[in-house]
């Protein structure tokens, strides 16, 4: 099985799929390939596969990638031998999500909504690690990818941690 979780940045994604990963131990999470620097406390291979752009072009050429998609600036993409796991979750952002439907229709898609665009700044001020400006940019990008929800077969939206978590195994465990 593929889960493909998606939604805005600062929306909580990481932190409800490392609780499924703890509820349903069976799943693997896909690592991504980013050409962004690592931030501190972050590892090659375990966080992300931090790429160079000539290296990530290369990837790309050889068709390596399921899904690539450009991000804030950076890029991004799950590379296909992350799919040799069994029951794997793939964190990307909508444009990926759409490449995946595309080569991959039976995936069981998922979008992580915020309880409001306010809420979203609040969770995003409060990361720390971006500018104002950082983070107008990421709100923009939000708006866009809130009006794709309708694409997804599952909307969550995460209000109360606790509740969406449920929600979240629930679904997962239906597919499964």
Do not use: C, W
């Not at 439907?101 to 995936?107: T, V």
């Amino acid at each position: 099985m593929l889960f493909v979780i998606t939604g805005p940045s600062g929306v909580g994604k990481g932190t409800l799929i490392r609780t499924l990963l703890e509820r349903v131990p069976q799943l693997q999470l896909a690592v991504s390939a980013t050409t962004r620097a690592p931030r501190p406390g972050e590892h090659d291979g375990v966080d992300y596969h931090f790429l160079s752009d000539v290296e990530f072009d290369r990837r790309v050429l050889a068709g390596d990638f399921l899904e690539h998609a450009d991000y804030s600036g950076r890029r991004y993409g799950t590379l296909k031998s992350e799919l040799d796991k069994r029951d794997v979750v793939l964190e990307i952002e909508v444009q990926g999500a759409r490449q995946v439907a595309k080569e991959m229709p039976e995936a069981v898609r998922i979008f992580i909504a915020p309880p409001s665009e306010d809420e979203l700044r609040v969770r995003l001020i409060g990361r720390g690690h971006e500018t104002p400006e950082q983070i107008d940019a990421r709100l923009a990008v939000a708006k866009a990818e809130l009006a794709a929800q309708d694409e997804f077969s599952h909307v969550i939206v995460n209000d109360r941690l606790p509740d969406a978590a449920d929600e979240l195994e629930r679904v997962v465990r239906a597919a499964l």
